[in-house]
């Protein structure tokens, strides 16, 4: 089982930047497309920003500009640069990660993180 440990959540200001990480336990495991979503209380989890596969990235229209999403191959971890963040940014950030272990000749399969609270205060 491929845990994903995520880190870098915490409070902010209005305006301030946080960067979160997100790296599969399992060495082996090849990244194949991953996303980060939030999800704000009493509201549905959301997609903010995500590598598909082929590598091409796609945002949220609500972080554009602001939010920057990048991988490190080598350390198999993926990021998520917060800028100018707002009250809005607000909420759990969990990452998701499809790939395959055994240097991705095993079976392609879906992990979520335990999430990580972000919060920006005004």
């Known amino acids: 089982q491929v845990q994903v440990v995520e880190s870098g959540g915490g409070l902010v200001q209005a305006g301030g930047s946080l960067r979160l990480s997100c790296a599969a336990s399992d060495s082996t495991f090849v990244i194949n497309a991953m996303g980060w979503y939030r999800q704000a209380p009493g509201k549905q989890r959301e997609l903010v920003a995500g590598?598909?596969?082929?590598?091409?990235?796609n945002y949220a229209d609500s972080v554009k500009g602001r939010f920057t999403i990048s991988r490190d191959n080598a350390k198999n971890t993926v990021y998520l640069q917060m800028n100018s963040l707002k009250p809005d940014d607000t909420g759990v950030y969990y990452c998701?990660?499809?790939?395959?272990?055994?240097?991705?000749?095993?079976?392609?399969?879906?992990?979520w993180g335990q999430g990580t609270q972000v919060t920006v205060s005004s």
């Open positions: 590598f598909r596969s082929g590598g091409s990235t």
């Open positions: 998701n990660l499809d790939g395959m272990t055994h240097y991705g000749l095993g079976p392609r399969h879906e992990y």
